[in-house]
């Protein structure tokens, strides 16, 4: 066998062995689409995330002031309770 055989035997094997796996390939169109699902489920996620974030800063901010003002209640309560008693 010479080297324009091998050659062309090469080449007859790669294109065989290209079909027979193209069958197992998704086309491009689709994969590109695939492509695209994914960018945009990514960008979805990511757009949950920052939501949940958000939610949970102001969440966590109203329960600081909820504490400060029962802390303030008691304190005032206290004062009153005790300014009530000195005053009899």
Same mark, same amino acid.
């Given at each position: 066998?010479?080297?324009?055989?091998?050659?062309?035997?090469?080449?007859?094997?790669?294109?065989?062995?290209?079909?027979?796996?193209?069958? /197992?390939?998704?086309?491009?169109? !689709?994969? *590109? @689409?695939?492509? %695209?699902? =994914?960018?945009? /489920?990514?960008?979805?996620?990511? !757009?949950? *995330? @920052?939501?949940? %974030?958000? =939610?949970?800063?102001?969440?966590?901010?109203?329960?600081?002031?909820?504490?400060?003002?029962?802390?303030?209640?008691?304190?005032?309560?206290?004062?009153?309770?005790?300014?009530?008693?000195?005053?009899?």
């Amino acid at each position: 066998m010479n080297d324009d055989e091998a050659r062309v035997l090469a080449v007859s094997i790669a294109q065989t062995i290209k079909d027979e796996l193209s069958a /197992f390939t998704l086309p491009h169109e !689709v994969h *590109a @689409e695939h492509h %695209e699902f =994914i960018k945009s /489920f990514i960008e979805r996620e990511k !757009v949950k *995330a @920052e939501r949940w %974030e958000k =939610i949970r800063v102001q969440v966590t901010g109203w329960g600081i002031v909820v504490v400060l003002g029962a802390i303030g209640t008691i304190v005032y309560n206290s004062l009153w309770a005790s300014l009530k008693e000195h005053l009899k």
